[in-house]
């Protein structure tokens, strides 16, 4: 029974580039929660999706970051146009029914550097 | 809003020592819970516990123990006879809602360092 996935585990982009950070929920899972870990930095929310919709973004930088989860696949964290200041741990919990009550596993993160 | 201070940045304590971790929360939620994980050098985030707002109940875990005081709004987390294997940062966290769309507020960590 597999955990939550994450890959690539790390990721090196040079700046302007593109990143796109996968998340495969556990099974039976069909919600999502991306966070970020900036450096010395507790995680802080970025956005929680349900399969094909977004459901909250209030933590996502207003540009170059999207987020999708659909019907079929992992959810993707996408970084347009990268920056130094996007390097940072990138880590996903997903859940069954979105509440913490039902469980909330991480995965391993996937740690951008940004050169 | 949420908010999470666990104000030890960086502990330092000799093996077999007994160490406690601190973590003060403030929230208006009536119903919260609240979690520790651990995040050793290789940087996955290991579940250690979940309490809910109701249980004041202190938890142990073998070396591990755990003590929820709501009157101060504190979740202090206490490692006995500490090992070299307990090195690593510890996150405290508070759960915004306990229904969809339970958003995590995380404190900045706490490094610990045992030595042998």
């Known amino acids: 029974n597999a955990g939550v996935m994450q890959n690539p585990r790390h990721l090196v982009r040079r700046r302007g580039q593109e990143a796109r950070l996968r998340c495969s929920p556990m099974?039976?899972?069909?919600?999502v929660y991306w966070y970020r870990q900036l450096p010395e930095e507790g995680l802080k929310f970025m956005v929680y999706?349900?399969?094909?919709?977004?459901?909250?973004e209030s933590g996502m930088p207003k540009e170059r970051f999207s987020a999708e989860f659909p019907k079929e696949g992992p959810s993707i964290l996408r970084i347009q146009q990268v920056v130094r200041g996007d390097s940072a741990a990138y880590f996903c919990?997903?859940?069954?029914?979105?509440?913490?009550?039902?469980?909330?596993?991480f995965g391993s993160g996937t740690r951008l550097t940004v050169v | 809003a949420q908010k999470v201070t666990q104000a030890q940045t960086e502990i330092s304590v000799v093996e077999k020592e007994d160490v406690t971790l601190d973590c003060v929360y403030e929230?208006?939620?009536?119903?919260?819970?609240l979690f520790w994980y651990k995040q050793p050098p290789s940087g996955e985030l290991v579940f250690l516990i979940r309490?809910?707002?109701?249980?004041?109940q202190n938890e142990i875990s073998g070396r591990y123990s755990w003590n929820f005081q709501k009157s101060t709004s504190s979740f202090n987390f206490t490692i006995t006879a500490s090992q070299v294997v307990d090195s690593a940062v510890y996150f405290c966290?508070?759960?915004?809602?306990?229904?969809?769309?339970?958003?995590?507020?995380f404190g900045k960590g706490i490094t610990l360092s045992v030595r042998p």
């Open positions: 929230t208006r939620d009536t119903t919260y819970y």
């Open positions: 309490r809910n707002s109701f249980d004041e």
């Open positions: 099974k039976g899972h069909s919600h």
């Open positions: 919990a997903s859940s069954p029914e979105g509440s913490v009550l039902y469980g909330y596993t």
């Open positions: 999706l349900q399969k094909e919709n977004i459901i909250d």
């Open positions: 966290a508070l759960s915004e809602g306990t229904g969809a769309n339970s958003k995590l507020t």
